[in-house]
């Protein structure tokens, strides 16, 4: 068997008192683009509900959509998942699994953090839970998901992912009680 | 001699924590509290630089950023930062400054011999004097003049401080915590309103601080303590508000260096924050002009409002006696407060009448007016010893420091940030903001309004209206205290000196300009605003001319015979303030400067010994340590090794986009010059695709996987580009067919399989899958299951040999690298980097980035008999431009070197045998290498004409290194033209 190796297997650890922040893999993500008209309906029956703005998630069971742009959206299932194969023929089916790397903040200071990198509004009262930015941060494309009050999921390019772990730990730094590696 | 003495009681300061900085190398005691500039008149430091330009004594002239004089060095070694406002530095333990532009000392300065030569040094002086006798003189005198007359100097030390920035967004951005600035955060935040307070002070309050009146202190107190209580307030001091932008984007810098920030532990000593505010609340307040007289500009001549916020907030007051010169009634808190310390106090007030009240409450406190009067000049060198005075009371008055009241310029520099010229209003006799975008609002000193009860009106009025801008309608208003009054102005304008002497008149302090420098810039025709101030430096220094602009231009308009607003002002620009580099970089520094993309097999690469190089934004392997230690010698091995044998590249970085649906063969066969209708399933073809202006944009390999569904490859460097062409391309141009795009680049890594032993390879890595030439013939793709994992063959040659690319979701590629070293180790198989990868492909004439530049035609590349005649493609109609066809156009060429001495360098230019060395020649060398199969260097190039040349002798030049060598133009194919490797 071939073995899945992270992109950040090479990182440096981050560790705060405070703030977590950390990958967290074991997902499966897919993305589906409508190819008739009914693509939404067919979508609806295998995934559920679907969210009715690119701002918001809609969490079904263990699966979030994101709906990423016209009739494009993402499905973030469990690191097994069938709705690629449950949607195969129906509409354009594309694995993008490996594609991205899921860091996590967590913690009071995490939207501080994110306003140090994403010129998006972080606001609690903003930036509610289920919220999904669609945005940039150190130059490349990201996703950004609200997962609980100080909780926060980013969906990062994988080729651009240790780069942007070292951006977003450095933006963290006052908050890191101690680096688990010497600090170069 | 003492001219200024810290006072007894009273302040600010904290007395109970002394501080102890160090000047010079000497100590500086002061007090928690205190300012540099502060302390440096509590221990009586009048003398603290030179000028810029004449190396005139100076002292501090103010209290606040609009400081021109009192500029030092910070800190020390790789910390050192220049050309700080003293009236801006918190006096703190371990805070070191220095004294700059004087040598060996500002008391005595060698450099004050320009002093002597003043005369000379009028405006203009430079350009005139130093442009000959030749062209490029002032090149040569630059230097010298620049460090003769300048500012500090920066270190070239790399910063060790951290700077930070971040965004922001709020509903109310109030700019400004003086009086009207309180009431507007308070009335807006009232309302519920998201608000956000800056005051660039170290303290909130803005002029209130400088007051010395109970009830004003308890309300500025309770107006803090309420926004601070309100969860939708937020209130930042030692912020400036450096710049509005479009879309009110307003750029915040916090100082927070007087805390000594760990730049180890995160901590910064700049947060620039860009902040987006739903409404603007200016109240920025005003800046307190000079009065222009002789030798104003002696150490002890001061602002009136600076001396009174010395005296109130710092408790530190002249001596024993001050003379305030005056144009309106302002100057009159200055003189009460300053008499109320114990200082007599002589006011030389240049109108004629002063009103009853004042005469009244100044003749209580023992103050001497003299009205009609002004200071025609000044004694003294290094301090004041006393002042003459002009008009009906022509007396000398001995004192200790000169308070200058000539009126208030309004700050309306934010206002105009966005593009809205000021406008001049006579009753304040200032400009003032010339309107204001519907989310802006004004108040306060910074609208011309000076009484303190009307500037909280005003402000709580623009706070309730930024509040309602932002949808928050209900508010409840903050009012004045109780007592406030509104102080009276009175101003008469007073720009031209009283008569009577003949020294320097100041205008400029900074820039060393005098009023007649200001009238030699009339006489000479620099008449308009903006050639004066470039004539003569007016305002260009680190101050801005903040107290100096509004007296020039006055000046001007007055020599012009225009009015002020005919004359106007100069234009107001981003930062406001003299902002540390550091902080507009922030964390954007050494490896955070710029995102670096790395393969999925990167780690592997660094592992094994590669050596890096930067391809855009990637990190490429580009040799490895088994073939050599430089890549001189080790690509021509690893050449050897795909020649020969077989290696392993990693070619994760190519585009790679899944293209699904109906119309996606028809999609192609559009996007591509030639044909992909028919495209068999299981079949790879090369492609190249055009803009629409007939240029090549790029070229790849496209697999049909299924009926409906391909596999594109683009190249590294256009693999964004092309992806987003696609999409433009179906949203604008062909929203009728039904195709999706994806990117696959980062989801897939490809790793090529290439050399004559690629197959042998192969099979020992997949044994249960048939890759004979029957089973996967060139051009053939395949998917199927390794290890539980889907892997995509395609069998394709970049280098010309026997070549597979074998792509694997790139969650896996390190583990399937491995894989296939191990299982193919009989075969000899090793890694080749990119140097190898790109020398190969040169041998084999396939173009790649360097050729594909954006400025070829199909044509030029020898790739127009690809395009399909019977079908339509994007850029077939301006292919066929007169100028795409035209026949000398550069087109590619193979090239030998003709001289084995020598060698070959790409970027070369190209010349015929009998040309002149010289120009732009006739081509240029696009990408060279060594041959391991021809033993010599080879090239391939851009040549007019291309190869109707072929077999014809060149010359290729390299001016840079003064080489040239014979070249002969050959078949851009070297090797291998029948294709046999790659079918084998």
């Known amino acids: 068997m071939l073995e899945r190796r992270s992109a950040l297997a090479s990182a440096r650890p981050y560790a705060g008192a405070a703030l977590r922040i950390a990958e967290r893999p074991g997902f499966t993500l897919t993305q589906v683009a409508g190819l008739s008209p009914d693509f939404e309906a067919k979508l609806s029956d295998v995934v559920g509900a679907l969210p009715e703005t690119v701002a918001r998630a809609q969490v079904n069971g263990d699966r979030a959509l994101f709906r990423i742009g016209p009739a494009q959206f993402w499905i973030i299932g469990p690191e097994t998942d069938d709705a690629a194969a449950r949607l195969h023929g129906q509409c354009a089916v594309t694995p993008l699994t490996s594609s991205r790397v899921r860091i996590a903040l967590e913690g009071a200071p995490a939207r501080a953090v994110l306003a140090k990198l994403m010129p998006v509004d972080w606001d609690a009262s903003v930036f509610t839970p289920g919220t999904v930015a669609l945005t940039g941060l150190h130059h490349t494309p990201v996703t950004v998901h609200c997962t609980a009050g100080n909780a926060f999921d980013i969906y990062v390019m994988r080729t651009f992912s240790l780069d942007v772990w070292e951006a977003v730990t450095d933006a963290a730094l006052e908050f890191a009680g101690h680096r688990t590696n010497a600090d170069t | ?984």
Request: proline share 5%; with cysteine.
């Open chain 2, 1 to 984: 001699m003492t001219s200024f003495r810290r006072l007894p009681q009273g302040g600010r300061i904290d007395r109970a924590r002394p501080i102890s900085a160090r000047l010079g190398g000497k100590p500086l005691p002061g007090f928690a509290g205190d300012t540099l500039a502060s302390a440096l008149l509590a221990n009586d430091r009048l003398l603290i630089g030179r000028s810029f330009k004449y190396h005139r004594p100076r002292g501090i002239v103010a209290a606040g950023i609009e400081e021109p004089n009192a500029l030092f060095t910070l800190g020390e070694g790789a910390a050192t930062e220049p050309n700080v406002a003293a009236t801006m530095v918190d006096l703190v333990d371990g805070l070191v400054a220095r004294a700059q532009n004087a040598w060996p000392s500002p008391d005595f300065d060698l450099m004050a011999v320009n002093s002597l030569l003043a005369p000379l040094f009028q405006s203009g002086f430079y350009y005139k004097t130093f442009m000959g006798p030749s062209k490029g003189s002032w090149m040569f005198y630059e230097p010298f003049i620049r460090k003769a007359a300048g500012l500090g100097r920066a270190t070239a030390l790399p910063d060790p401080d951290r700077y930070d920035m971040c965004y922001a967004f709020c509903d109310v951005l109030v700019v400004g915590s003086g009086p009207a600035g309180l009431a507007a955060a308070l009335t807006a935040a009232r309302s519920g309103a998201r608000v956000v307070l800056a005051e660039q002070d170290t303290d909130f309050g803005g002029s209130l601080l400088s007051c010395n009146d109970a009830e004003q202190e308890a309300w500025r107190l309770a107006c803090i303590n309420e926004l601070k209580s309100l969860p939708n307030a937020e209130a930042f001091t030692r912020t400036t508000v450096q710049g509005l932008y479009d879309g009110n984007l307003a750029v915040l810098v916090q100082n927070r260096s007087h805390l000594f920030p760990s730049a180890q532990k995160g901590e910064a000593r700049m947060l620039l924050t860009q902040l987006r505010a739903r409404t603007i609340v200016m109240a920025t307040g005003a800046i307190e002009r000079p009065l222009v007289f002789s030798n104003n500009d002696r150490p002890g001549v001061l602002l009136a409002s600076a001396l009174r916020t010395y005296v109130n907030r710092y408790a530190v007051a002249p001596d024993k006696r001050a003379v305030l010169v005056t144009n309106n009634d302002t100057a009159y808190q200055a003189a009460l407060d300053l008499a109320a310390a114990g200082v007599a106090v002589t006011v030389a007030d240049h109108r004629s009448n002063v009103s009853a009240d004042i005469l009244t409450r100044a003749g209580a406190q023992g103050i001497a007016i003299f009205p009609g009067s002004g200071i025609v000049d000044v004694e003294g060198a290094k301090t004041v010893k006393a002042v003459k005075l002009g008009g009906p009371h022509a007396v000398t008055v001995e004192c200790d420091a000169v308070g200058m009241a000539g009126g208030w310029s309004p700050v309306v520099h934010l206002s105009s940030h966005g593009g809205i010229k000021p406008k001049y209003d006579e009753a304040v006799a200032g400009f003032v903001p010339g309107g204001f975008p519907g989310s802006h609002f004004g108040a306060g000193a910074m609208m011309g309004t000076f009484g303190l009860s009307a500037a909280i009106a005003e402000g709580s009025n623009a706070g309730a209206s930024a509040a309602s801008h932002a949808g928050f309608g209900k508010t409840r208003p903050a009012y004045a205290p109780e007592h406030a009054t509104d102080r009276t102005y009175a101003i008469l304008p007073t720009w031209a000196p009283t008569q009577g002497a003949k020294g320097k008149a100041f205008v400029d302090f900074q820039s060393d300009v005098t009023i007649r420098d200001v009238k030699v810039a009339h006489q000479e025709g620099y008449r308009s605003v903006e050639h004066l101030k470039r004539y003569t430096t007016l305002g260009m220094g680190t101050d801005q001319g903040k107290t100096s602009n509004i007296n020039a231009l006055a000046l001007m308009a007055e020599y012009r015979g225009i009015t002020i607003p005919e004359a106007g002002t100069t234009t107001f620009r981003p930062p406001y303030a003299p902002l540390t580099m550091g902080a507009i970089a922030g964390r954007t520094r050494g490896s955070h400067f710029r995102p670096v993309r790395r393969s999925p097999l990167n780690d592997w690469h660094v592992k094994n010994g590669a050596t890096f190089i930067d391809a855009g934004l990637w990190k490429r392997a580009w040799f490895y340590a088994w073939a050599g230690a430089t890549p001189e010698t080790a690509y021509v091995k690893e050449m050897e090794l795909v020649r020969r044998g077989v290696g392993l590249a990693d070619v994760s970085t190519l585009g790679k986009i899944d293209i699904q649906g109906p119309d996606a063969a028809e999609f192609l066969n559009r996007v591509y010059v030639n044909g992909f209708a028919r495209l068999p399933v299981g079949k790879v073809r090369y492609g190249v695709m055009l803009y629409d202006d007939g240029i090549v944009l790029d070229d790849g390999a496209t697999a049909r996987i299924t009926e409906n569904q391909f596999y594109m490859t683009t190249t590294t460097a256009q693999a964004g580009e092309v992806m987003s062409w696609l999409e433009y391309l179906l949203q604008m141009q062909w929203p009728e067919l039904n195709v999706q795009v994806a990117s696959l680049t980062d989801e897939w890594a490809g790793m090529a399989v290439s050399g004559p032993r690629a197959r042998a390879a192969l099979e020992l890595a997949f044994p249960e899958a048939d890759l004979s030439d029957a089973a996967l013939p060139h051009m053939g793709c395949r998917d199927f299951v390794f290890g539980g994992v889907t892997v995509r063959l395609l069998r394709m040659s970049f280098s010309g040999e026997l070549a597979f690319e074998v792509h694997v979701a790139a969650d896996y590629a390190i583990s399937l690298w491995e894989h296939i070293l191990k299982a193919a180790a009989p075969t000899g198989i090793k890694p080749y980097g990119l140097e190898a990868l790109a020398s190969l492909r040169i041998e084999k004439g396939h173009v790649a980035g360097l050729e594909l530049d954006h400025r070829n035609t199909l044509d030029d590349l020898g790739l127009g008999k690809m395009a399909g005649k019977d079908k339509d493609y994007v850029g077939k109609a301006l292919r066929f431009r007169e100028d795409c066809q035209a026949p000398d156009r550069w087109s590619l060429v193979g090239l030998e070197l003709m001289e084995p001495d020598k060698k070959l360098r790409g970027g070369s230019i190209l010349f015929a045998a009998s040309d002149e060395i010289k120009g732009h020649g006739r081509g240029y060398i696009t990408s060279v290498t060594w041959s391991t199969e021809l033993n010599k260097f080879i090239a391939l190039g851009l040549y007019k004409g291309g190869l109707k040349h072929e077999g014809e002798e060149i010359i290729a030049a390299f001016p840079l290194k003064n080489e040239q060598a014979r070249l002969k133009i050959v078949s851009p194919h070297f090797i291998d033209r029948e294709g046999a490797r790659l079918h084998a």
